[in-house]
């Protein structure tokens, strides 16, 4: 078994299989399923697309406290929403008291 899984639409995960990847192909309907078999199994990283994302916000929520598993959200084929970068210029703000990334475009 892989230390790391990837959660999301069936077109997205798949690819990552071929690079030894624990895949888990879900939908908004049983993404909050799949995202507690992937905690119970005690994955250290754990992929999720940012359209599954906004289904599982309280569930994320209450993950960042924890050591284990990281989460990652990554865009899906669809593209990206924005939601991995806007969390990742929350986390830069919250560190150093600014925004360093700044507004583009």
Known sequence: MSNIAVVGDRDTVLCFKAIGVDV???GAADVR???DTVVRNKYS????TENL???VKEELNDLR???LPSVVLIPSMEGSMGLALGGIREAVKKAVGSDLMGKRG
């Open 65 to 67: 406290f924890r050591t």
């Open 24 to 26: 888990f192909p879900a």
């Open 33 to 35: 399923a799949v995202l």
């Open 45 to 48: 990283i754990v992929f999720l």
């Open 53 to 55: 994302s906004v289904h």
